[in-house]
């Protein structure tokens, strides 16, 4: 993690070529996405430092709100500027990342160095059915879309669907925040978890809460002039790469803004933390479903040129999907090994070229 924190003098760079006007789109898109990188880094260590004063409930509650705060602001600069369809690839692209490359590379890597590991195979399967209920509350807008000869309904009747569905899924969300933040359950709890929440209790504290403060709100603001630049040179870099915007939503986006908790994931996994590693993938794709993809759809009634709403295209649908079926499958049974960690990525790959490919 520390060499990441190096990249923030790209910080200081990118807002100087843009105060000065030098540099083209490819260097700028470049850099800025670099930037991103360590000030998301900062921004959840930050979480974690402010958490471990809070207390763990609390601190469970700031870190799950926290946790996409990078890619939250990255999609609202994106909703403001009107790149609809790069918004909605990220949120697709952010659980299928999630769930496939991140939780693949976290059973690869932990399953090389551990053999097969445990995990909480309830917990899995509670994340995995809220995810498939997610999942499912976002194709109901697409079908709904299609109508048929007797009903046919309006853009404004798909709007209404989706706001009413993202207040739904937040609601949601709330109550899945009070079953596993706020339930103390002895025949849920694992003792490595347990430990780490320990461990992370009594050696926390680095920082001061002021200090902690400060640098979790300096980290937001960089992040918003950031993602700011980013968002504005998408449309010019991707002509001149020849890339869509639906494969720079659904790829690049959600890596540039989640990448060190990615990491996170995958070292604690190497660890043999499994239980930990998994709430992370899957938490992180589980609060891009039920918490950053419904409230961008209400912010998006007063930033933009118009509301969004949460209707995917077929691509988007089928990839989250299959993306969530694996997953599951995977989950069941509380086990985990290399192979299929290697599944996940494979299918991850296929999407990748997918997106790639489709014009």
Same mark, same amino acid.
């Given at each position: 993690?520390?060499?990441?924190?190096?990249?923030?003098?790209?910080?200081?760079?990118?807002?100087?070529?843009?105060?000065?006007? #030098?540099?083209?789109? *490819?260097?700028?898109?470049?850099?800025?996405?670099?930037?991103?990188?360590?000030?998301?880094?900062?921004?959840?260590?930050?979480?974690?430092?402010?958490?471990?004063?809070?207390?763990? =409930?609390?601190?469970?509650?700031?870190?799950?709100?926290?946790?996409?705060?990078?890619?939250?602001?990255?999609?609202?600069?994106?909703?403001?500027?009107?790149?609809?369809?790069?918004? =909605?690839?990220?949120?697709?692209?952010?659980?299928?990342?999630?769930?496939?490359?991140?939780?693949?590379?976290?059973?690869?890597?932990?399953?090389? =160095?551990?053999?097969?590991?445990?995990?909480?195979?309830? @917990?899995?399967?509670?994340?995995?059915?809220?995810?498939?209920?997610?999942?499912?509350?976002? #194709?109901?807008?697409?079908?709904?879309?299609?109508?048929?000869?007797?009903?046919?309904?309006?853009?404004?009747?798909? @709007?209404?669907?989706?706001?009413?569905?993202?207040?739904?899924?937040?609601?949601?969300?709330?109550?899945?925040?009070?079953? *596993?933040?706020?339930? +103390?359950?002895?025949? &849920?709890? *694992?003792?490595?978890?347990?430990?780490?929440?320990?461990?992370?209790?009594?050696?926390?504290?680095?920082? +001061?809460?002021?200090?902690?403060?400060?640098?979790?709100?300096?980290? *937001?603001?960089?992040?918003?002039?950031?993602?700011?630049?980013?968002?504005?040179? #998408?449309?010019?870099?991707? =002509?001149?790469?020849?890339?869509? !915007?639906?494969?720079?939503?659904?790829?690049?986006?959600?890596?540039?803004?989640?990448?060190? &908790?990615?990491?996170?994931?995958?070292?604690?996994?190497?660890?043999?933390?499994?239980?930990?590693? @998994?709430?992370?993938?899957?938490?992180?794709?589980?609060?891009?479903?039920?918490?950053?993809?419904?409230?961008?759809?209400?912010?998006?009634?007063?930033?933009?040129? &118009?509301?969004?709403?949460?209707?995917?295209?077929?691509? !988007?649908?089928?990839?989250?999907?299959?993306?969530?079926?694996?997953?599951?499958? #995977?989950?069941?049974?509380?086990?985990?090994?290399?192979?299929?960690?290697? &599944?996940?990525?494979?299918?991850?790959?296929? @999407?990748?070229?997918?997106?790639?490919?489709?014009?």
């Amino acid at each position: 993690m520390k060499f990441l924190y190096a990249l923030l003098v790209l910080v200081p760079v990118v807002l100087g070529m843009e105060v000065m006007g #030098i540099g083209g789109h *490819t260097s700028m898109f470049v850099l800025s996405a670099l930037a991103l990188v360590p000030l998301a880094a900062v921004l959840g260590r930050a979480t974690e430092e402010v958490a471990v004063y809070t207390g763990p =409930k609390i601190g469970g509650l700031l870190n799950a709100t926290l946790g996409n705060a990078a890619e939250l602001i990255i999609t609202i600069v994106a909703l403001r500027e009107g790149l609809v369809t790069v918004v =909605k690839a990220s949120i697709a692209g952010s659980i299928i990342g999630n769930v496939l490359l991140v939780l693949g590379a976290s059973l690869l890597l932990g399953g090389l =160095k551990n053999g097969t590991q445990k995990f909480n195979a309830h @917990i899995a399967g509670v994340n995995a059915s809220i995810m498939s209920l997610a999942i499912l509350a976002m #194709i109901i807008p697409a079908v709904f879309e299609i109508g048929s000869a007797e009903h046919d309904p309006t853009h404004e009747d798909i @709007i209404a669907l989706s706001d009413g569905t993202a207040i739904l899924l937040i609601i949601l969300y709330a109550f899945y925040l009070l079953y *596993t933040v706020f339930k +103390s359950d002895d025949a &849920e709890t *694992t003792p490595s978890s347990e430990s780490e929440s320990e461990a992370t209790h009594h050696a926390g504290g680095g920082m +001061s809460m002021p200090v902690a403060l400060g640098i979790l709100v300096g980290s *937001t603001v960089a992040i918003v002039f950031m993602s700011e630049i980013l968002v504005g040179v #998408i449309e010019p870099t991707t =002509k001149q790469w020849g890339l869509t !915007e639906l494969f720079v939503g659904v790829m690049l986006v959600p890596l540039v803004g989640n990448v060190a &908790e990615h990491l996170v994931a995958v070292q604690v996994a190497v660890k043999n933390q499994m239980d930990l590693s @998994i709430g992370i993938a899957v938490g992180s794709a589980l609060q891009i479903a039920l918490f950053v993809a419904p409230v961008l759809v209400l912010v998006s009634q007063f930033v933009g040129p &118009e509301p969004m709403s949460l209707v995917f295209n077929q691509f !988007e649908l089928v990839a989250l999907v299959a993306a969530i079926l694996i997953t599951v499958m #995977i989950s069941i049974d509380g086990r985990s090994n290399w192979l299929e960690g290697v &599944e996940l990525i494979a299918l991850y790959a296929i @999407i990748g070229l997918a997106f790639f490919i489709v014009p």
